[in-house]
């Protein structure tokens, strides 16, 4: 058996509006599907549309009362701000500056994903489990405060319980205890926090007309047409030279 192949998959994909889909191999098509692994996307792909290859290694052991699973992926993501339009006189966009990529080289996010669980049945009644799963979200890019790359959003989970068959199968309970976390995540209040920060002082950050970085200028520029001979105005990197000669 070959198992699903990877054009077939990808129709699905497109057919579902899926824009990220995974072939899963496992069982008698391993042996021909692991041919086609790699840390990439499949060549299939055509985005927005991404295949990647998932393998699941299951095992079976002691008569079947003790099942383990285990899981790994590698995920990519590639980024890259496009470059700030130009405006002819302040009234038309300026086209061919609309398409351009920023300067410097592509963003890069990598990451993997794996879980692993088992689940002990030592009577036919009675199962214990547990799970244990980490993931990564490729995420876009990120600055902090001080205009630092944030790293990539990632999450871990813990599972564990047990599942009781009473009654002749026709009453079952589960009991499951689970924790999750989200690490380095960027939809807290921390960040809308920061956002504010920004907004208060920064022109960039903000639409309005109030940010300290504005309110300075106008008060430099005011001051210099009341009094001051000579005023040179800020640089393009939006910084005022360090001395100036005021009459």
């Given at each position: 058996m070959h198992?699903?192949?990877?054009?077939?998959?990808?129709?699905?994909c497109q057919?579902?509006?899926?824009?990220?889909?995974?072939?899963?191999?496992?069982?008698?098509?391993?042996?021909f599907q692991k041919q086609f692994f790699t840390e990439k996307e499949d060549d299939v792909s055509n985005y927005p549309?991404?295949?990647?290859?998932?393998v699941e290694v299951s095992g079976f052991v002691f008569k079947d009362r003790l099942v383990t699973t285990f899981g790994l992926r590698w995920d990519q993501r590639y980024s890259r701000p496009g470059a700030t339009p130009l405006w002819n006189y302040g009234i038309t966009m300026d086209e061919a500056s609309f398409h351009r990529w920023n300067d410097g080289?592509?963003?890069?996010?990598?990451?993997?994903?794996t879980t692993a669980g088992a689940v002990l049945k030592p009577l036919s009644w009675f199962s214990l489990h547990a799970n244990k799963s980490n993931s990564f979200v490729p995420a876009e890019v990120g600055y902090d405060l001080y205009r630092n790359i944030l790293p990539g959003p990632t999450g871990?989970?813990?599972?564990?319980?047990?599942?009781?068959?009473?009654?002749?199968?026709?009453?079952?309970?589960r009991v499951n205890r689970y924790k999750t976390q989200q690490i380095n995540a960027r939809n807290g209040v921390s960040a809308a926090a920061a956002q504010r920060v920004r907004r208060i002082d920064f022109t960039s950050a903000s639409t309005g007309q109030m940010?300290?970085?504005?309110?300075?200028?106008?008060?430099?520029?005011?001051?210099?047409?009341?009094?001051?001979?000579?005023?040179?105005?800020?640089?393009?990197?939006?910084?005022?030279?360090?001395?100036?000669?005021?009459?």
């Open positions: 198992g699903v192949l990877a054009a077939d998959m990808v129709r699905h057919g579902e509006d899926l824009k990220i889909g995974a072939n899963l191999t496992w069982g008698l098509g391993f042996d549309y991404i295949l990647r290859y998932d080289d592509w963003l890069v996010g990598t990451g993997k994903t871990e989970g813990h599972d564990y319980g047990f599942r009781l068959n009473l009654i002749g199968n026709k009453l079952a309970v940010p300290l970085q504005t309110q300075a200028t106008a008060w430099l520029a005011a001051a210099a047409q009341a009094g001051a001979s000579r005023l040179p105005m800020p640089s393009s990197n939006n910084k005022w030279p360090t001395s100036w000669v005021c009459r």
